[in-house]
């Protein structure tokens, strides 16, 4: 009896139209829209090119020059496109946009800039070092000019007396939280499977609820023929969207890939014991607790990054209490910590919370459907 309801159990799922669009269809949609509207943020935004700037020779600066032909030389170490105009020509290419800056060379170097932004701040900073730099030679050649090769190779060298250093080898690209959200969302909407499922078996909701009520069959096994058949369609589901994000779309989810599998485990679990608590909830009509499982999961979904980056971080300083009880939180976070934390035991302490979640479901669903009565069938 028990492969008999696990085996209808998966046929009913997937020809249930509306949970294959929610656990499926939508989330590989959403995925495939964020990724081609997110995936070149980071590099545009946040990785350095070098800086367009106009140079206008108002009488001949050697060292400036030489300064400028270093930082113009082409390679990975680039930091400037120099372009070298008449004031008139560079004052118009900064007015539409084409260079960031200005630089005037000759006895004394300035700078024009349109706006405020990364790249006149980086400009800004070479010309002051440069400043500073002029200052110093002409301050040893005046006073200590024995020392002024000394000076040149010391300034020339920039010798740097910190060693940088790694933190993380994970990808820290705050994009990658929008992601982490998708997967923690399919996690939760696993909460439609559920409650279809224990709806199935209430005399009161469903003509196939009657059927089953006759059939000499323990409660709690039907309950766990039901979880299967869920955790199976659902676990599946989830594994395809990783693999389409992982090696279709490329996107760094890590490679922790048991711990990643662990992870998605417990929380399709922890979503399909959520919609089997709620769908046993009892005086609350199926068009009621649909529509509290849609509004949780996307309350949730949304609090743990999915619509706007940096809600859960300001929920985690404000009442981080909730962070701990929010299930997509916790998955959000769970990846997070996979994906740049050396050690373990952040994510471990997401997957006990998650445990514990899903063990009260279980006990209290188990609870409501056990001490149902019917007068009649």
Not at 73 to 80: F, K, V
Not at 176 to 201: E, H, P, Q, T
Not at 240 to 264: E, R, S
Not at 268 to 284: A, D, E, H, K, N
Request: charged letters at 20%; aromatic letters at 10%; hydrophobic letters at 45%.
């Amino acid at each position: 009896m028990f492969r008999h309801i696990l085996r209808y159990g998966l046929l009913s799922l997937l020809r249930t139209r509306e949970i294959v669009f929610w656990t499926l269809i939508f989330p590989f949609a959403l995925t495939t829209f964020m990724y081609f509207a997110f995936s070149n943020i980071f590099s545009t935004t946040e990785q350095f090119h070098a800086i367009p700037v106009a140079v206008v020779r108002q009488s001949e600066n050697k060292a400036f020059t030489q300064i400028l032909d270093m930082l113009s030389a082409e390679g990975e170490n680039q930091i400037l496109q120099v372009q070298r105009k008449e004031k008139a020509q560079a004052e118009k290419m900064l007015q539409d946009g084409d260079v960031k800056g200005i630089l005037y060379e000759g006895e004394t170097v300035s700078l024009a800039v349109a706006e405020s932004g990364m790249d006149q701040t980086m400009l800004k900073m070479i010309m002051e070092q440069f400043v500073q730099y002029e200052k110093t030679i002409s301050d040893v050649w005046q006073f200590h000019p024995e020392k002024l090769m000394q000076s040149v190779t010391a300034l020339a060298s920039q010798e740097q007396y910190v060693e940088e250093k790694k933190t993380s080898e994970g990808n820290q690209d705050n994009i990658m939280n929008y992601f982490y959200a998708v997967l923690a969302m399919v996690c939760l909407f696993a909460s439609f499977a559920g409650c279809d499922r224990i709806l199935k078996i209430q005399a009161n909701v469903s003509v196939l609820g009657q059927r089953r009520n006759m059939i000499p069959i323990h409660k709690m096994k039907s309950i766990i023929a039901d979880f299967a058949a869920c955790e199976i369609v659902q676990y599946t589901i989830v594994l395809l969207l990783l693999i389409y994000m992982k090696f279709v779309l490329k996107l760094p989810l890590g490679d922790n890939l048991p711990q990643i599998l662990l992870l998605l485990l417990f929380g399709t679990s922890y979503g399909i014991m959520f919609g089997i608590f709620v769908g046993s909830l009892p005086r609350m009509e199926e068009g009621m607790k649909i529509g509290v499982l849609v509004c949780v999961g996307l309350v949730f979904s949304a609090m743990s990054d999915l619509m706007i980056s940096g809600i859960k971080d300001g929920i985690e300083h404000t009442v981080p209490i909730i962070n701990d009880i929010n299930p997509a939180a916790l998955i959000t976070d769970s990846f997070y910590a996979l994906n740049i934390y050396e050690t373990n035991e952040r994510f471990f302490g997401n997957i006990i919370c998650l445990g514990t979640g899903i063990v009260l479901f279980t006990l209290v669903s188990y609870a409501m459907v056990r001490r149902s009565r019917y007068a009649s069938l």
